[in-house]
């Protein structure tokens, strides 16, 4: 049952903030780290102290952050340990898979959360064997929330209009089930 014919229907632009932009990236890198001692083994690697944050750039978003990468490792023929410590600095390009082209771009703001903290997946003594290379795997996830238009049906006559319908959206159960077709209800059917 229709209430309004096309023609009664009135509609209305309103300018909100709305999420205009949305973005993923995973990525996997490398990084070599030259301890004090030449190491002998690796015996532990961790990434601690991730901080970022996030600026738009075009048509993606930029995450510049950095984290601490810590290798404990054995030197002098396996005689003695210490732990390297390096600070690294990275810049992830996000590209926005999803992009309103109709928000208005001055007044976009971006964020971005780390849905996988940079973790250290593989550690090994370099090829040369003075240094450690880590391989390190992140991933963020990226929003813009920019002003935009969306279009609205308005009712003609304000929100008092669906009373004098009688109509009933209350959704309540009052127990009448005398009119289902209990062969509908059987599964086999």
Request: hydrophobic share 35%; proline share 4%.
């Amino acid at each position: 049952m229709s209430i309004y014919t096309d023609r009664d229907l009135q509609c209305r632009e309103i300018i909100t903030k709305a999420v205009c932009g949305k973005g993923r990236k995973f990525s996997q890198v490398s990084h070599t780290v030259i301890p004090p001692h030449a190491p002998t083994s690796i015996l532990g690697a961790w990434i601690i102290n991730n901080q970022y944050e996030a600026e738009k750039s075009g048509e993606s978003v930029e995450v510049i952050g950095t984290y601490d990468i810590n290798i404990w490792y054995s030197y002098d023929k396996n005689t003695k340990t210490d732990v390297a410590k390096e600070t690294v600095s990275y810049v992830d390009v996000v590209p926005l898979s999803y992009l309103d082209k109709k928000h208005r771009g001055s007044t976009a703001e971006v964020s971005a959360v780390a849905t996988q903290e940079p973790n250290c997946i593989e550690a090994a003594v370099s090829t040369g064997g003075d240094g450690v290379l880590i391989r390190v795997e992140r991933e963020f996830r990226v929003e813009m929330i920019a002003e935009t238009k969306v279009c609205v049906v308005v009712c003609p006559n304000g929100c008092d209009d669906f009373d004098d319908k009688n109509l009933d959206f209350d959704g309540g159960d009052d127990g009448d089930f005398e009119e289902l077709d209990p062969e509908l209800l059987d599964e086999d059917n």
